[in-house]
């Protein structure tokens, strides 16, 4: 202990030491700034660091330092124009501003700079005609499509575009739409946010479709359809047919009943489909319209937007979705079900849960507990009226629920399940991964008697098949009970030494003597430190047996070979000096003639210093147990009830160190003499 | 009396166990709870005892709480782990000549210890078993172990992960070849 103490402060010591060199190493080559001021870095990593400024935060911070003026413009590629920015500038009557206001007020400058506008997101349709300056344009979003059209040749004055915004759509503009497709071949992106303020009397509707059906480059899609007259169904079949390269579909579904019939079957169409975001509003949702949703096998990012979930839609998801990676669902209500069937979701990283209306009992210990089962699950944010909670793994460990038996680690998990017995081990080993590794770990006894062993022999399974079942489960057996083993079962003591080696860790067996012992006595003695049952006839077995701590015998001679009955000091001897470690003795009958024969009985079994119980049936005889200095609890039957005397036994109990309790048997009536509590 | 040195030593621990009980010192918990708690008692933490040994009594007594880390020692599983300790501190020492450890596993809890941990918040329930265990007091450990089997007993796997929460991480194949497997337990009498 002390040399352990001592060791500890060498080592503190040490470590102090060497605190102490970095300590100064550190001081001299950073001399001049701590370590808590942003002087230490240099320009290059200052530069990086402030690149994440809004340009407004840039100019205000310039004149932090030097090192700030060198290195806060540096990083800046992009300006984004914004009217609160012009409008400061405005106020300051700077260059800039005069030269900002003039881009956004004269639209001549569109000759010169449009070579350079790829994207625009705001248009007056009053310029439109400044749009054919534009050739590098990509993207533009624009509020019908015939802004995108001359006004008096009708000619098409955006071409090539790649991201392509229309809020509102009229069925007048066939034409225009046929036009503006042909000449967009490369579109990648479009969105359609509102087909018409007036679809519900619009019969060409699916025409659109089938326009639109012709961009072969189309990678994104987002549609908005008022749902009347129009089968969704074929649109999406026509779409899905054509636009092979479609990733992304958005559809905003509006219908105009209560409860919606439709199918949504051609999503099979879309093999490529990655991210799906699906809104339904006011309406019910029959379970057939989501069931083709299953269809869409390589989908990574999933959003629904309905108002009733049916409840089978997540049933086996993670068979239907098994690359899915985002999650976002808002909905009227969802339930620990929902959260089961998300939990099982393979590739599932972030799940967002939207609550509209009723929050549901759902409480933080279900999210953790969603987060502990998945396997893959990092954050889950749920929004309930409007404010966001998050459940995150953590240090990118799975988190447990603590409520969940999940949250122990193996060792403690063995140690609480060792309480079970044998049957329900094998019982719960599928329970979990966990269970199967940990609940047969803390067997250390096996016991033949075992009401499950007792149950299988009753099938004439044979006890070494179970055996061998047993000790392949179970590698840290210590010790074996064979005493129930009977005659009909007997050949396993000696099969039992054919597979000993399985049981590595076996230390004692307990057992009876039986009509074979003969066959396999040798082989097993080493382990064997009980023994039961009856002995006289087998007795030339014990021989072999040096490691017994518990012996149970009627006579004395029963021991030992060849003798019959009388009392054999020397074999007394023998016994005692091959028999150390025996730590509780019974012998229910002892022979002797003379006191000299008790004394030396006594003398030999004083020399048993291990021993902790005895038993014997003898006639008292004074100060006898004086000679058994370890013995704790004597149990005397006494035929000759006059004999004893309280006080006699006082002076026993007093004269014996370690005696605590005697139990005076005299006529089936028992005594006890206890040490008292002085 | 002098015939019996030992058993004066006993009354004597005993005594000395009961004073040292009177000291009260303070344990803090992760979430920042500090409570009293008498010596012995606290000192069934092998936890507890180490720091204290190491320290000094006097310096545990007079300075700081001891700081129980782990995220499992809340203020509610601490509370709950000290009115364990202060009612079994002076519980008889196992006797290893005598009690047989396998014995004493199969012993029914006592009644006080059932009421004590039959705690319908599962949470705590955990969070007291796993601050038992990383306080290292093998005898509430054992109390929860037992309570959990006891709970168990008899119920069926899918029974036992929907009441003890747990992932069941096995294919269906895979549940399906380990019952196959050990069909020979189910075997009806």
Same mark, same amino acid.
């Given at each position: 202990?002390?040399?352990?103490?001592?060791? $500890?402060?060498?080592?503190?010591?040490?470590?102090?030491?060497?605190?102490?060199?970095?300590?100064?190493?550190?001081?001299?080559?950073?001399?001049?700034?701590?370590?808590?001021?942003?002087?230490?870095?240099?320009?290059?990593?200052?530069?990086?660091?402030?690149?994440?400024?809004?340009?407004?935060?840039?100019?205000?911070?310039?004149?932090?330092?030097?090192?700030?003026?060198?290195?806060?413009?540096?990083?800046?590629?992009?300006?984004?124009?914004?009217?609160?920015?012009?409008?400061?500038?405005?106020?300051?009557?700077?260059?800039?501003?005069?030269?900002?206001?003039?881009?956004?007020?004269?639209?001549?400058?569109?000759?010169?700079?449009?070579?350079?506008?790829?994207? /625009?997101?705001?248009?007056?349709?009053?310029?439109?005609?400044?749009?054919?300056?534009?050739?590098?344009?990509?993207?533009?979003?624009?509020?019908?499509?015939?802004?995108?059209?001359?006004?008096?040749?009708?000619?098409?004055?955006?071409?090539?575009?790649?991201?392509?915004? /229309?809020?509102?759509?009229?069925?007048?503009?066939?034409?225009?739409?046929?036009?503006?497709?042909?000449?967009?071949?490369?579109?990648?992106?479009?969105?359609?946010?509102?087909?018409?303020?007036?679809?519900?009397?619009?019969?060409?509707?699916?025409?659109?479709?089938?326009?639109?059906?012709?961009?072969?480059?189309?990678?994104?899609?987002?549609?908005?359809?008022?749902?009347?007259?129009?089968?969704?169904?074929?649109?999406?079949?026509?779409?899905?047919?054509?636009? #092979?390269?479609?990733?992304?579909?958005?559809?905003?579904?509006?219908?105009?009943?209560?409860?919606?019939?439709?199918?949504?079957?051609?999503?099979?169409?879309?093999?490529?489909? #990655?991210?799906?975001?699906?809104?339904?509003?006011?309406?019910?949702?029959?379970?057939?319209?989501?069931?083709?949703?299953?269809?869409?096998?390589?989908?990574?990012?999933?959003?629904?937007?309905?108002?009733?979930?049916?409840?089978?839609?997540?049933?086996?998801?993670? #068979?239907?979705?098994?690359?899915?990676?985002?999650?976002?669902?808002?909905?009227?209500?969802?339930?620990?079900?929902?959260?089961?069937?998300?939990?099982?979701?393979?590739?599932?990283?972030?799940?967002?849960?939207?609550?509209?209306?009723?929050?549901?009992?759902?409480?933080?210990?279900?999210?953790?507990?969603?987060?502990?089962?998945?396997?893959?699950?990092?954050? /889950?944010?749920?929004?309930?009226?409007?404010?966001?909670?998050?459940?995150?793994?953590?240090?990118?460990?799975?988190?447990?629920?603590?409520?969940?038996?999940?949250?122990?680690?193996?060792?403690?998990?063995?140690?609480?399940?060792?309480?079970?017995?044998?049957?329900?081990?094998?019982?719960?080993?599928?329970?979990? $991964?966990?269970?199967?590794?940990?609940?047969?770990?803390?067997?250390?006894? /096996?016991?033949?008697?075992?009401?499950?062993?007792?149950?299988?022999?009753?099938?004439?399974?044979?006890?070494?098949?179970?055996?061998?079942?047993?000790?392949?489960?179970?590698?840290?057996?210590?010790?074996?009970?064979?005493?129930?083993?009977?005659?009909?079962?007997?050949?396993?003591?000696?099969?039992?030494?054919?597979?000993?080696?399985?049981?590595?860790?076996?230390?004692?067996?307990?057992?009876?003597?039986?009509?074979?012992?003969?066959?396999?006595?040798?082989?097993?003695?080493?382990?064997?430190?009980?023994?039961?049952?009856?002995?006289?006839?087998?007795?030339?077995?014990?021989?072999?047996?040096?490691?017994?701590?518990?012996?149970?015998?009627?006579?004395?001679?029963?021991?030992?070979?060849?003798?019959?009955?009388?009392?054999?000091?020397?074999?007394?001897?023998?016994?005692?000096?091959?028999?150390?470690?025996?730590?509780?003795?019974?012998?229910?009958?002892?022979?002797? $003639?003379?006191?000299?024969?008790?004394?030396?009985?006594?003398?030999?079994?004083?020399?048993?210093?291990?021993?902790?119980?005895?038993?014997?049936?003898?006639?008292?005889?004074?100060?006898?147990?004086?000679?058994?200095?370890?013995?704790?609890?004597?149990?005397?039957?006494?035929?000759?009830?006059?004999?004893?005397?309280?006080?006699?036994?006082?002076?026993?109990?007093?004269?014996?160190?370690?005696?605590?309790?005697?139990?005076?048997?005299?006529?089936?009536?028992?005594?006890?003499?206890?040490?008292?509590?002085? | 009396?002098?015939?019996?040195?030992?058993?004066?030593?006993?009354?004597?621990?005993?005594?000395?166990?009961?004073?040292?009980?009177?000291?009260?010192?303070?344990?803090?918990?992760?979430?920042?709870?500090?409570?009293?708690?008498?010596?012995?008692?606290?000192?069934?933490?092998?936890?507890?005892?180490?720091?204290?040994?190491?320290?000094?009594?006097?310096?545990?007594?007079?300075?700081?709480?001891?700081?129980?880390?782990?995220?499992?020692?809340?203020?509610?599983?601490?509370?709950?782990?000290?009115?364990?300790?202060?009612? !079994?501190?002076?519980?008889?020492?196992?006797? !290893?000549?005598?009690?047989?450890?396998?014995?004493?596993?199969?012993?029914?809890?006592? !009644?006080?210890?059932?009421?004590?941990?039959?705690?319908?918040?599962?949470?705590?329930?955990?969070?007291?078993?796993?601050?038992?265990?990383?306080?290292?007091?093998?005898?509430?450990?054992?109390?929860?172990?037992?309570?959990?089997?006891?709970?168990?007993?008899?119920?069926?796997?899918?029974?036992?992960?929907?009441?003890?929460?747990?992932?069941?991480?096995?294919?269906?194949?895979?549940?399906?070849?380990? !019952?196959?497997?050990?069909?020979?337990?189910?075997?009806?009498?």
């Amino acid at each position: 202990m002390t040399q352990q103490m001592k060791h $500890k402060k060498i080592l503190t010591i040490t470590i102090d030491d060497s605190e102490d060199e970095v300590e100064d190493n550190v001081r001299q080559q950073t001399q001049m700034y701590a370590k808590n001021s942003m002087d230490r870095f240099g320009d290059d990593l200052c530069q990086l660091l402030l690149s994440y400024l809004l340009l407004e935060d840039r100019f205000r911070n310039e004149c932090v330092s030097k090192q700030f003026q060198r290195t806060v413009f540096e990083s800046v590629v992009d300006i984004t124009l914004n009217e609160k920015l012009i409008r400061k500038a405005k106020q300051q009557k700077e260059t800039l501003s005069q030269v900002l206001a003039t881009i956004a007020t004269n639209n001549q400058l569109f000759s010169t700079f449009g070579r350079l506008v790829t994207r /625009i997101y705001c248009m007056s349709s009053l310029v439109k005609h400044s749009l054919s300056y534009c050739h590098r344009l990509s993207q533009l979003r624009a509020e019908q499509l015939s802004d995108v059209f001359d006004n008096t040749s009708g000619q098409l004055l955006v071409t090539n575009l790649k991201r392509f915004t /229309i809020i509102y759509y009229s069925s007048e503009s066939k034409g225009q739409l046929s036009e503006f497709v042909a000449q967009n071949q490369s579109l990648k992106s479009l969105v359609v946010i509102k087909p018409s303020k007036n679809a519900k009397n619009n019969q060409n509707l699916p025409e659109i479709y089938n326009q639109l059906s012709r961009l072969p480059q189309l990678r994104d899609l987002t549609l908005d359809l008022y749902l009347h007259n129009i089968l969704l169904n074929d649109i999406l079949r026509i779409i899905g047919l054509n636009c #092979k390269q479609l990733q992304r579909l958005a559809l905003i579904l509006r219908p105009t009943y209560f409860k919606l019939n439709q199918t949504l079957d051609s999503l099979r169409l879309f093999c490529r489909l #990655k991210r799906l975001h699906l809104a339904i509003s006011r309406s019910v949702v029959s379970r057939q319209l989501l069931e083709p949703l299953k269809l869409c096998h390589r989908l990574t990012h999933l959003t629904l937007d309905i108002d009733e979930m049916s409840d089978k839609l997540l049933t086996d998801c993670d #068979k239907h979705l098994p690359r899915l990676q985002y999650l976002s669902i808002k909905t009227n209500a969802i339930t620990r079900e929902d959260l089961d069937h998300i939990s099982s979701l393979p590739a599932l990283q972030m799940l967002v849960i939207e609550n509209c209306s009723k929050s549901d009992d759902l409480s933080d210990n279900d999210f953790n507990y969603l987060l502990s089962r998945s396997l893959k699950l990092k954050n /889950i944010e749920v929004i309930e009226q409007k404010v966001s909670k998050f459940y995150c793994r953590k240090n990118g460990q799975r988190i447990y629920s603590k409520n969940s038996m999940d949250r122990f680690s193996n060792n403690l998990c063995a140690l609480l399940l060792s309480y079970l017995s044998l049957k329900e081990r094998f019982v719960f080993q599928c329970v979990s $991964k966990r269970f199967q590794r940990t609940v047969f770990r803390s067997v250390v006894d /096996i016991d033949i008697d075992d009401e499950l062993i007792r149950r299988v022999n009753k099938f004439k399974i044979p006890l070494f098949i179970i055996m061998n079942i047993i000790c392949e489960k179970c590698p840290n057996i210590e010790s074996i009970d064979f005493r129930s083993v009977g005659y009909s079962n007997q050949h396993i003591l000696e099969l039992f030494p054919t597979f000993r080696h399985k049981f590595p860790n076996l230390r004692e067996i307990y057992c009876e003597l039986l009509s074979n012992s003969d066959r396999w006595i040798q082989l097993l003695a080493p382990l064997i430190t009980r023994i039961s049952g009856e002995l006289s006839s087998k007795k030339p077995s014990l021989i072999f047996c040096r490691r017994l701590s518990r012996l149970v015998a009627y006579h004395m001679s029963d021991v030992f070979s060849g003798r019959t009955t009388g009392f054999w000091p020397e074999l007394l001897s023998i016994f005692v000096a091959q028999n150390q470690c025996l730590k509780c003795l019974n012998l229910f009958y002892i022979t002797y $003639k003379t006191k000299e024969d008790l004394r030396e009985l006594c003398e030999q079994l004083s020399r048993l210093t291990q021993l902790r119980e005895l038993s014997l049936k003898l006639v008292l005889i004074d100060g006898m147990n004086s000679l058994l200095p370890a013995l704790k609890t004597l149990v005397i039957e006494n035929q000759l009830s006059d004999s004893l005397r309280d006080n006699d036994l006082i002076v026993l109990l007093s004269s014996s160190p370690k005696l605590k309790t005697m139990e005076i048997r005299v006529n089936n009536e028992k005594k006890f003499y206890s040490k008292v509590k002085m | 009396m002098a015939d019996n040195a030992d058993h004066i030593d006993g009354d004597d621990n005993e005594d000395v166990r009961a004073q040292q009980n009177l000291i009260k010192i303070k344990l803090k918990s992760s979430e920042g709870g500090i409570y009293e708690c008498g010596l012995t008692a606290a000192k069934m933490s092998d936890l507890v005892k180490n720091m204290v040994e190491s320290l000094g009594t006097d310096a545990v007594v007079t300075t700081e709480p001891i700081i129980l880390g782990n995220e499992a020692v809340t203020d509610a599983a601490l509370k709950k782990i000290i009115e364990w300790v202060e009612f !079994h501190w002076d519980d008889p020492p196992v006797d !290893h000549d005598f009690e047989d450890e396998k014995d004493r596993r199969n012993e029914e809890l006592s !009644h006080w210890d059932k009421q004590f941990i039959d705690v319908d918040d599962q949470a705590l329930l955990f969070d007291v078993i796993a601050a038992a265990n990383y306080m290292d007091i093998k005898g509430l450990v054992e109390v929860g172990a037992k309570h959990i089997c006891s709970k168990i007993r008899g119920k069926s796997c899918q029974e036992v992960r929907e009441m003890l929460k747990i992932t069941n991480d096995f294919t269906a194949e895979e549940e399906d070849a380990i !019952h196959k497997e050990n069909a020979w337990i189910y075997a009806k009498d």
